[in-house]
């Protein structure tokens, strides 16, 4: 199994990034899909979430109307598009699948939104 996360890196305020997770050695189209992220000294928290079939998107208060869950079943990708960078949204994000029980996670990929 595994989920491999890209597309972090460091941009200005108000910029925007596309994360990616490619997804591996499950059946991915089965399993829901989150985003995660951690910033340094902060629990872990939920970002976005995605349902099985995509028909269902659910998101943090803090990125409502900036990020968008999407996902494509046909490439095992998942997708976070993120808009109005702030600095609150520097942290290491991580891919997430959840099927009843099994959860896996990817390695994290780095945000960082500065100046």
């Known amino acids: 199994v595994q989920l491999v996360e890209s597309g972090g890196g460091l941009v200005q305020p108000g910029e925007s990034l596309r994360l990616s997770c490619a997804a591996s050695g499950f059946a991915f189209s089965s399993y829901a899909m989150s985003w995660y992220r951690q910033a340094p000294g902060k629990e872990r928290e939920l970002v976005a979430r995605?349902?099985?079939?995509?028909?269902?998107?659910n998101y943090a208060d803090s990125v409502k109307g900036r990020f968008t869950i999407s996902r494509d079943n046909a490439k095992n990708t998942v997708y976070l598009q993120m808009n109005s960078l702030k600095p609150e949204d520097t942290a290491v994000y991580y891919c997430?699948?959840?099927?009843?029980?099994?959860?896996?996670w990817g390695q994290g990929t780095q945000v960082t939104v500065s100046s």
């Open positions: 997430n699948a959840r099927l009843r029980v099994t959860n896996y």
């Open positions: 995605i349902s099985d079939g995509g028909g269902s998107t």
